[in-house]
């Protein structure tokens, strides 16, 4: 049986990856996460005996030690992290704290059973972009803000204990992953959640913003196949759609899939943190797939009828 460690598993990415895993009969997952943006509702359902929560930060070494010394995993997933524009804007230094998980989650792996640790980066390490697409390789990483490089300082951890400990890994960039488990704090669960209340969309700036949005399905199936066929070790890929939306675009098209009354309202655009561009080259993604990626239309519409995200925004 294969023993997988998810870090931050009860949140938005990581409570579908978990959902994902368990499917699979021959893994049993320990979901760690301190619950300060995560939610126990996104675990899995009790139909599946093969996963196990515990409640611990994974930026304090006494809680995380006596986890990953217990369980003597094969697979790490280490997804936790301070998330969103707003709230990473607003506590910088627990973003920078962050930084701790990342070494404890290495130093613990390096001389275990671990035979592979993923790491969850993000599509922010590019900064504004001096290319479209963005190539993992090519275009330089040269965001300033204290997220963006935390998650570049992690990517360089996981390098370097590959060079000196030959610790294998995998970073995954993600660009904009939406689904039912997104919490509201998320630029397509806010809207949409808004919309369906009929209550005014706010918008920062002219939303101008050009983004991909990526349903978490092509998400988490790229990230269970690049496990499962042992691809891309020791690289990085970019997961998301490479189909670029206005911000002003994504809040008309949710307007219109729910036929709502909301209002769109602009307000200030903020200082920092909100990049004008992003877009990935998601070669990689697409030849791991094999299929299309779901479009932002059916995502928006499979969000509309999911009986878990419309309890989760009191519906």
């Known amino acids: 049986m294969r023993k997988i460690l998810v870090t931050g598993g009860a949140g938005n990415v990581g409570g579908a990856l978990v959902e994902k895993l368990v499917q699979d009969k021959n893994n049993f997952v320990v979901v760690v996460d301190n619950l300060s943006t995560g939610f126990l509702s996104k675990l899995p359902s009790a139909e599946y005996e093969n996963w ?125 992953t939406y689904g039912p488990n997104q919490s509201t704090d998320f630029v397509v669960s806010r809207f949409l959640a808004l919309a369906l209340k009929n209550q005014d969309i706010t918008i920062y700036g002219d939303g101008s913003q050009t983004r991909t949005f990526t349903y978490i399905d092509d998400n988490v199936d790229t990230i269970c196949t690049i496990m499962n066929k042992k691809l891309l070790e020791n690289d990085v890929i970019n997961i998301g759609s490479d189909k670029l939306m206005t911000i002003l675009e994504l809040a008309n098209l949710v307007v219109s899939l729910t036929n709502s009354a909301s209002k769109i309202i602009h307000i200030p655009a903020l200082k920092d943190g909100d990049m004008t561009r992003r877009q990935p080259d998601n070669t990689k993604m697409k030849e791991i797939l094999s299929r299309d990626l779901i479009s932002v239309e059916e995502g928006i519409k499979r969000m509309m009828y999911d009986e878990k995200y419309l309890k989760s925004i009191g519906l």
């Open 52 to 176: 196990k929560f515990i409640k611990a930060d994974v930026n304090n070494y006494r809680e995380i030690s006596s986890i990953m010394l217990a369980y003597n995993f094969h697979y790490v997933f280490h997804f936790a992290a301070v998330v969103g524009v707003i709230r990473t804007q607003e506590n910088p230094v627990s973003v920078l704290n962050d930084i701790s998980g990342i070494k404890h989650v290495l130093n613990l792996s390096k001389n275990s059973t671990v035979k592979h640790v993923f790491f969850s980066s993000s599509s922010e390490v590019y900064g504004e972009p001096v290319e479209l697409p963005q190539h993992e390789h090519r275009t330089p990483l040269n965001s300033r803000v204290p997220y963006a490089v935390v998650k570049n300082v992690g990517e360089s951890f996981l390098k370097s204990y590959q060079q000196e400990y030959g610790l294998p890994y995998t970073i995954f960039r993600f660009f904009n």
